[in-house]
C-alpha cells in the first residue's frame, strides 16, 4: 500500500496545522481555485505541517509543487495557490523570513513578495512532472494500482485506431464508465482511503480485461465494452464501492460515490480533452 501517510496533527492552537489547512482552504476557495474537490492533497498537509513547526517548507512545497501538476493544475494555478497561502500566514511570519514583506492584497501582487525560494521549490516540483522527469514513464499508480492518464491516453488510441480499420466508430464499442467520490471535507490519510477502497471495487467488477485508471484523487474511469451487461456491472459497482468505503472509519467526510456513463467522442484528441475535463 505504499507509505503510511502521518495523520496531521490536532489541538486547539490557531497555529495547529489542522487550523492553518482550514484557513488555507477557504482562501484558495475564496480566491478562485478552479478545483474544490482536489484541493485538499496530502502535500497540503505536510506544508501545513512544516510551518506550524517552524521547519524549512522547501521540501514539502516541492511535493505540493508536483500534486498540483499530477492532478492538472497549472503552473499559474499552483503559484496563486503559494500566495494564498503566504497571505494566510504572512502575519506569523512562519513562511516569510526575517526582513520578508507581508500583504495581503491578493494573490496577485503577493507573489512579487513570496521568498524566491519557495517560488522556486513549488515550480520545480510542478515542472518535474509535466516535463516528464517524473510521472510520464509511469503507467500504474504505486497507491492504486490503477493504470494512469497517460496509459488510458495510449489506450484509446488503440481503441480508435482499430474501430478506423473495422469500419465503425470507438464509441459503438467502448464507453467510458467514471467513478467520482466526493473528497471536499477530506484531508490526510482520510482523503486516500476512498479511492483505494473504490479501486478494489473497480477490479472486482470489472475484472475482464478492461483499463481502469485514476485521473485524480478523486476521479477514476473505466474504459469498458458495451455490452448486456455494462447496466447492471455499473450498478454493482456503486453499490460496492460504497459498501468498502463505509468501512473506513472517517467515511463521514467522504460524499457518495457517484457513476455515470461518458460516451467517447468522434476522435481520438476530443477523447484526450474529455479525459482532461474529467480530471478537474
Known amino acids: 500500500m505504499g507509505r503510511a501517510v502521518r495523520r496531521p496533527r490536532t489541538g486547539g492552537s490557531e497555529q495547529c496545522p489542522l487550523a492553518l489547512r482550514e484557513r488555507w482552504r477557504v482562501a484558495a476557495l475564496a480566491a478562485g481555485w478552479p478545483f474544490p474537490d482536489d484541493w485538499g492533497v496530502p502535500a497540503v498537509d505536510a506544508v501545513c505541517e512544516a510551518a506550524t513547526d517552524g521547519r524549512d517548507p522547501t521540501q514539502a512545497l516541492g511535493?505540493?509543487?508536483?500534486?498540483?501538476?499530477?492532478?492538472?493544475?497549472?503552473?499559474?494555478?499552483?503559484?496563486?495557490?503559494?500566495?494564498?497561502?503566504?497571505?494566510?500566514?504572512?502575519?506569523?511570519?512562519?513562511?516569510?523570513g526575517p526582513g520578508t514583506a507581508a500583504t495581503t492584497d491578493?494573490?496577485?501582487?503577493?507573489?512579487?513578495?513570496?521568498?524566491?525560494?519557495?517560488?522556486?521549490?513549488?515550480?520545480?516540483?510542478?515542472?518535474?512532472?509535466v516535463a516528464g522527469e517524473r510521472a510520464s514513464t509511469r503507467v500504474?499508480?504505486?497507491?492504486?494500482?490503477?493504470?494512469?492518464?497517460?496509459?488510458?491516453?495510449?489506450?484509446?488510441?488503440?481503441?480508435?485506431?482499430?474501430?478506423?480499420?473495422?469500419?465503425?466508430?470507438?464509441?459503438?464499442?467502448?464507453?467510458?464508465?467514471?467513478?467520482?467520490?466526493?473528497?471536499?471535507?477530506?484531508g490526510g490519510w482520510s482523503r486516500l482511503l476512498p479511492m483505494l477502497m473504490a479501486a478494489e471495487a473497480m477490479r472486482a467488477v470489472f475484472d475482464g480485461g478492461e483499463t481502469l485508471t485514476l485521473?485524480?484523487?478523486?476521479?477514476?474511469?473505466?474504459?469498458?465494452?458495451?455490452?448486456?451487461?455494462?447496466?447492471?456491472?455499473?450498478?454493482?459497482?456503486?453499490r460496492l464501492a460504497t459498501e468498502l468505503v463505509a468501512r473506513d472509519p472517517d467515511s463521514a467526510c467522504v460524499g457518495p460515490v457517484r457513476i455515470w456513463l461518458e460516451q467517447l467522442p468522434s476522435a481520438h484528441p476530443a477523447a484526450c480533452d474529455l479525459l482532461a475535463h474529467l480530471g478537474r
Open 63 to 96: 511535493r505540493l509543487g508536483r500534486a498540483r501538476a499530477e492532478s492538472g493544475a497549472g503552473l499559474d494555478e499552483t503559484l496563486r495557490d503559494l500566495a494564498t497561502l503566504y497571505v494566510v500566514v504572512s502575519a506569523t511570519g512562519r513562511l516569510a
Open 140 to 186: 500504474v499508480d504505486e497507491l492504486t494500482g490503477l493504470t494512469t492518464a497517460g496509459y488510458l491516453r495510449t489506450r484509446l488510441a488503440e481503441v480508435y485506431r482499430y474501430a478506423e480499420v473495422d469500419g465503425h466508430t470507438a464509441d459503438e464499442r467502448h464507453v467510458l464508465v467514471v467513478l467520482a467520490l466526493d473528497l471536499t471535507r477530506a
Open 106 to 129: 491578493g494573490a496577485s501582487s503577493v507573489l512579487d513578495h513570496v521568498p524566491p525560494r519557495l517560488l522556486r521549490a513549488t515550480a520545480l516540483g510542478w515542472a518535474d512532472v
Open 215 to 238: 485521473l485524480t484523487p478523486s476521479v477514476a474511469v473505466i474504459l469498458a465494452g458495451r455490452d448486456e451487461r455494462l447496466a447492471l456491472r455499473s450498478k454493482r459497482l456503486r
